[in-house]
């Protein structure tokens, strides 16, 4: 791990630095206007009593926030902008506005680490050069990892799953593997994760593996869902909770296969529709949509490239890593988490951990990528 840290200091600090502020000033490149935003902004959902009641719910908590005084991470001033000083090492901006970056010198055979250089060496370095010598550190590092896929941590985190998912706990002492329906049988954990979010009868509801994972730990094994759902993922440098550890450990018994969710059931295809409004609706204190940040080719924030989610080409590459361990963070991050994150970044309400606004917008996302490869735990930034 330390040697990765010094592969890519600037993802690490990128990381810690991704603020308020930045995040709108740096999607790049905000040249024109594409379709979607120029096109009003999609109604509400009219059909499906879920997810029209879905929505509301999600609209309640909106209004809720804002009354509140705003969702609450955007109740915090608004940094100032801090002026740019150029020997500090930078994160690179793609924004036209900037100052056109001289032409890039070519790069050292060794990655150079910024951290490390002496200052003088480090303002030599344009923003350019820093950014694809962090990205070739990624690259390399996720060479490396798939050269050699049991370097990969989550594979821990998978095989504490496997155990979870094996272990008879609970006043009736009964394991997942000997009550839980994954959808292909009591107990079915291969190919799985790969055909979820699904409709399941018995909760009358679509769920994702991780809401469904939960679902049967409550249902079977007594568990207090609604404690674990009240902080459901880890902080930095934790390890993945139990459902993430079992999600982990069901994604690996798809690898190789292809996304193939659900899209039949009438509430399946519900869900769908619902994340894909979702996905273009534009909300909250700083009137994003999932799109803003995901509906476009090279678009990125500071170093990390943005998937254009909504186009099956890149879903299919991003998707189906999920869950996935996150280097910043040192932990594996489910899918749940992810959209979690993303919430927060546009300021809305907290997303809740296994909701039908959850679900939907993974159904959509897992629709978008059909037919791509299953490839989890994957790595991520
Ligand atoms: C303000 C910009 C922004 C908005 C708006 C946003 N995201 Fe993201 N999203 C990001 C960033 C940045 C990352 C990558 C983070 C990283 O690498 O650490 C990301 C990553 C993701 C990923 C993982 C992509 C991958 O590489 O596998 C998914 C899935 C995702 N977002 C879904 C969503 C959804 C769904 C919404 C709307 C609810 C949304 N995002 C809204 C910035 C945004």
Redesign the pocket.
Known sequence: MQALRKLIPGAVMA?AT?MLGS?AAI?APPVTTPAWAQAPTPPLPTKGQRARKAYEEHLRKMDEAEKAGGAKPAARPLPAPAPRKAAAPAPASTSPAAAPAPAPAPLPATLPSPAAAPPAARSAMSATEQDTATERGLDQYRRMMKADPWSNPALLDADRGEALWAARLGPGQVSLAETCDLGKGVGVVEGAFAEMPRYFKDADRVQDTETRILWCMQSYQDFNAAAFRKNPHPGGGQPVREVGAIATFIATKSAGMKIASKADHPKEKEAIALGEQ??FRRQGPFD???A???AGTGKR?RL?P??F?SEPKEAKV??G??P?Y?V?TTHVMT?QH??LD??W??RLHRLDFGSDVSVA?SAY?YDRARDGEMAAPGV??
Do not use: D, N
């Open positions: 990381g991704l995040i999607i979702l996905f994003f949509s999932c803003t940040c995901h924030i990390q943005l998937p989610l991003a998707i890593e999920w996935a996150r910043s899918m992810r959209l993303c919430y970044q546009m917008l996302l991520k930034r």
